[in-house]
């Protein structure tokens, strides 16, 4: 008992000492995760502001545009009004070089302007970014004629495409001759607008294209619209924009985004697939480690099994054989004193002990080089047993055996009566030598079982799973090894089973042996 206890306690302490190691495992690589995730969530922020930031920046150069844009349009009208004033002069009356007029219009040296008559042809343009000179260059197999023919085409193409942007100017040069001016964009416009996409693509690229970031979705707070996102497992679109929003914001609290002008944008983030991964990885850590200690205790319970079997062998067979040579001396004896006329009472008697000595030495015997299995009745083998046991057991004991009549079972009889007599005398140890004992060998499901139930005061449930372990005992000069003896002959030689069926303390237990019928 002792052995087992000790044994025990070891287990529970190197079970406590493993859980507390994977706890403590566990609690650091989730500090650690936790330390990641408040990192990224830092990241976020920082890279929400950023976001604010530039789409300020963005903002504030298209009120800047529309400001420009207004200015041109006004410097535009007044460098029409002053065509007109000058389409009404002639050389004749007036100072070109001093004339008002004219001056505005000298000074228009960056918008550029297309005229078109009322036929829709080219009749003048200043501040373009080519001429017939640069086409001339860009095309050297055309002649001058088709250069100019090149260059009218694309100044109306041109004229047209302004005409989208801004409005045109029409005005009558004299009587029923209408001209129209287009212009375009400023160049430093143009410059600025340039810039202005250039940031704007930027923030696209910083969102889109930044796989160190954590994946986002960027909305509009009131329309829901998405403004820019980097997640692309799968097709985010209006539809299904707030089954996605739902999701991220169960993994961490949103972050608005104020512009200070009515406006607001909501950035939703996911943890970043790495930190998800290194979420698992402890468990998974544990699993391949928890994998590779199992395998490694089937290895060694294998080996541990394999040689237990070898000792169990040789110390049978080592006890068989020191029986073997007192009891040839024994049997001498008992013949010397029958042919001396000794009383055939004594030596009877003491035949009937060699018997027995003989009969253990051949179980010791069979267990250690395997014992040969006979399809005979089962029943007769149980009766033995018990017949053998009545006047060997207390009188105060009451003894009954019920037996299902054609019981066969492929068995080796010397052994079930070796596990039958030692259940039957563990229970008349429990029942302390006053009670009753029961036997019932009946058979059904294609087993054939050998109930034994006492009268004594049952087994604690805490010592049901190890009553059957080697060195398992309650009796202060036990040796722990009939139970386990029961049980290697039941499970290893008869491929059958044996456990407690039922136990009661203070009212008795029952002990099932079970055999393939």
Same mark, same amino acid.
């Given at each position: 008992?002792?052995?087992?206890?000790?044994?025990?306690?070891?287990? =529970?302490?190197?079970?406590?000492? !493993?859980?507390?190691?994977?706890?403590?495992?566990?609690?650091?690589? %989730?500090?650690?995760?936790?330390?990641?995730?408040?990192?990224?969530?830092?990241?976020?922020?920082?890279?929400?502001?950023?976001?604010?930031?530039?789409?300020?920046?963005?903002?504030?150069?298209?009120?800047?545009?529309?400001? /420009?844009r207004d200015r041109e349009s006004e410097k535009m009208?007044?460098?029409?009004?002053?065509?007109?004033?000058?389409?009404?002069?002639?050389?004749?009356?007036?100072?070109?070089?001093?004339?008002?007029?004219?001056?505005?219009? !000298?000074?228009?040296?960056?918008?550029?302007?297309?005229?078109?008559?009322?036929?829709?042809?080219?009749?003048?343009?200043?501040?373009?970014?080519?001429?017939?000179?640069?086409?001339?260059?860009?095309?050297?197999?055309?002649?001058?004629?088709?250069?100019?023919?090149?260059?009218?085409?694309?100044?109306?193409?041109?004229?047209?495409?302004?005409?989208?942007?801004?409005?045109?100017?029409?005005?009558?040069?004299?009587?029923?001759?209408?001209?129209?001016?287009?212009y375009n964009d400023s160049k430093e416009i143009v410059r600025l607008e340039r810039e202005r996409d250039s940031l704007i693509n930027a923030f696209n690229d910083d969102l889109i294209n930044n796989e160190g970031l954590v994946p986002v979705l960027l909305v509009d707070t009131k329309t829901k619209e998405i403004v820019g996102t980097n997640i692309d497992e799968y097709t985010i679109n209006q539809r299904n924009v707030e089954e996605v929003i739902a999701e991220l914001e169960a993994q961490n609290d949103p972050i608005v985004i104020d512009f200070k002008n009515g406006?607001?944008?909501? /950035?939703?983030?996911?943890?970043?697939?790495?930190?998800?991964?290194?979420?698992?990885?402890?468990? =998974?850590?544990?699993?391949?480690?928890?994998?590779?200690?199992?395998?490694?205790?089937?290895?060694?319970?294998?080996?541990?099994?394999?040689?237990?079997? &070898?000792v169990w062998?040789?110390?049978?067979?080592?006890?068989?054989?020191?029986?073997?040579?007192?009891?040839?001396? /024994?049997?001498?004896?008992?013949?010397? /004193?029958?042919?001396?006329? #000794?009383?055939?009472?004594?030596?009877?008697?003491? &035949?009937?002990?060699?018997?027995?000595?003989?009969?253990?030495?051949?179980?010791?015997?069979? #267990?250690?080089?395997? !014992?040969?299995?006979?399809?005979?009745?089962?029943? !007769?083998?149980?009766? %033995? =047993?018990?017949?053998?046991?009545r006047p060997r057991i207390s009188d105060k004991v009451g003894v009954t055996i019920t037996v299902q009549e054609d019981i066969s079972a492929k068995h080796n009889a010397s052994l079930i009566e070796w596990v039958v007599e030692n259940i039957c005398k563990n229970a008349v140890d429990a029942m302390e030598g006053e009670g009753s004992l029961d036997i019932q060998v009946h058979e059904s499901t294609g087993s054939v079982h050998i109930d034994i139930k006492d009268s004594g005061k049952g087994i604690p449930s805490h010592q049901l799973k190890t009553i059957f372990e080697p060195g398992f005992s309650t009796k202060k000069r036990g040796w722990g090894l009939g139970l386990s003896l029961v049980k290697r002959i039941v499970k290893e030689y008869h491929k059958g089973n044996v456990f407690v069926l039922s136990s009661e303390i203070n009212h008795g237990t029952t002990f099932r042996i079970s055999i393939p019928s």
């Open positions: 008992m002792n052995l087992y206890s000790n044994k025990q306690k070891w287990k =529970i302490a190197l079970l406590i000492f !493993a859980l507390l190691t994977v706890g403590a495992s566990l609690f650091v690589s %989730n500090n650690i995760v936790g330390k990641v995730g408040e990192r990224e969530r830092e990241r976020a922020k920082q890279w929400a502001d950023a976001i604010k930031k530039k789409i300020e920046l963005v903002r504030l150069t298209n009120r800047t545009f529309s400001q /420009l009208t007044l460098w029409i009004d002053a065509t007109k004033e000058v389409s009404k002069d002639t050389p004749l009356n007036q100072d070109f070089e001093k004339d008002f007029p004219r001056r505005i219009i !000298a000074r228009n040296d960056d918008i550029p302007v297309i005229l078109l008559d009322d036929q829709h042809n080219y009749s003048g343009s200043i501040n373009l970014d080519f001429n017939e000179d640069t086409l001339q260059k860009q095309y050297p197999e055309l002649s001058e004629e088709e250069v100019m023919q090149l260059f009218e085409d694309s100044t109306v193409h041109l004229a047209e495409l302004w005409k989208k942007k801004n409005s045109s100017f029409t005005i009558e040069v004299y009587p029923g001759f209408f001209m129209s001016y287009y406006t607001t944008n909501t /950035l939703y983030f996911d943890d970043s697939p790495e930190l998800k991964q290194l979420q698992y990885f402890p468990y =998974i850590q544990f699993m391949v480690i928890g994998l590779f200690a199992f395998i490694g205790y089937l290895i060694f319970s294998t080996f541990r099994k394999a040689e237990q079997n &070898q062998a040789g110390m049978a067979k080592e006890t068989a054989h020191q029986l073997g040579t007192p009891l040839s001396s /024994l049997i001498g004896w008992i013949q010397l /004193l029958e042919s001396q006329g #000794i009383d055939e009472m004594i030596t009877s008697e003491m &035949q009937k002990d060699v018997d027995r000595l003989e009969k253990v030495t051949d179980r010791f015997s069979k #267990i250690g080089s395997g !014992a040969l299995l006979e399809n005979t009745d089962i029943g !007769a083998t149980v009766e %033995n =047993i018990v017949e053998y046991l």
